[in-house]
């Protein structure tokens, strides 16, 4: 396992500053900011080029954490997470204590537990959810790897992390549902 405790302590260190990150998920390369601190998310849609009525989604670490920003969970949604095998965002109804730029107009809010060590460990570390979207300027392809990743992106970001920056095979972005009466809508 590589050692990455060392870029998980810089990366926390742009995160309590309000900056962003760009840094390896369970997916592809993203974007990241404290989803709590709204100036920071404001920030992210300014690097992509993003109109704030688009909203992005936020990592968090477990059930636990989902549980403490929205209002009301279906359990059953876990059960159903734990049966995929591929990342998988839900939207859930009823987001709170994020700020209303990150909401859909909806007040809902699009949430993947991560299983990636990197990002896990650094939501832990942090205590709060970190904004993932992908590391493209709005309208243009995702990025499947690093090295894909257009230099005005790097150019905009606080800090970029270094772990995983070597990797070559392409990722894919998550799977997203919306949890609805009891089961899963498949949204892409």
């Keep these: ?50 109109p704030a009525n688009k909203s992005m989604i936020v990592l968090m670490a477990d059930e636990k954490q989902v549980m403490q920003y929205v209002s009301q969970v279906d359990l059953a949604v876990f059960d159903y997470l734990q049966n995929t095998n591929r990342p998988t965002t839900v939207i859930y109804e009823g987001a709170v204590g994020l700020p209303q730029n990150l909401l859909a107009a909806d007040g809902s809010i699009g949430i993947r537990i991560v299983k990636d060590p990197f990002c896990r460990h650094l939501i832990k570390r942090s205590r709060k959810p970190l904004v993932s979207t992908s590391a493209n300027i709005s309208g243009q392809p ?34 997203i549902i919306r949890w609805q009466n009891g089961g899963a809508v498949v949204l892409r």
């Design 1 to 50: 396992m590589n050692d990455f405790s060392g870029e998980v302590e810089n990366s926390l260190a742009v995160l309590k500053q309000g900056g962003a990150l760009l840094y390896p998920t369970d997916t592809v390369w993203g974007l990241g900011c404290d989803a709590t601190n709204a100036e920071a998310v404001e920030k992210i849609y300014t690097i992509k080029d993003r």
């Design 142 to 175: 995702t990025p499947a790897i690093f090295s894909e990743i257009r230099p005005e992106i790097l150019e905009r970001v606080d800090y970029i992390v270094n772990y995983r920056r070597e990797e070559a095979a392409p990722s894919a972005p998550s799977s």
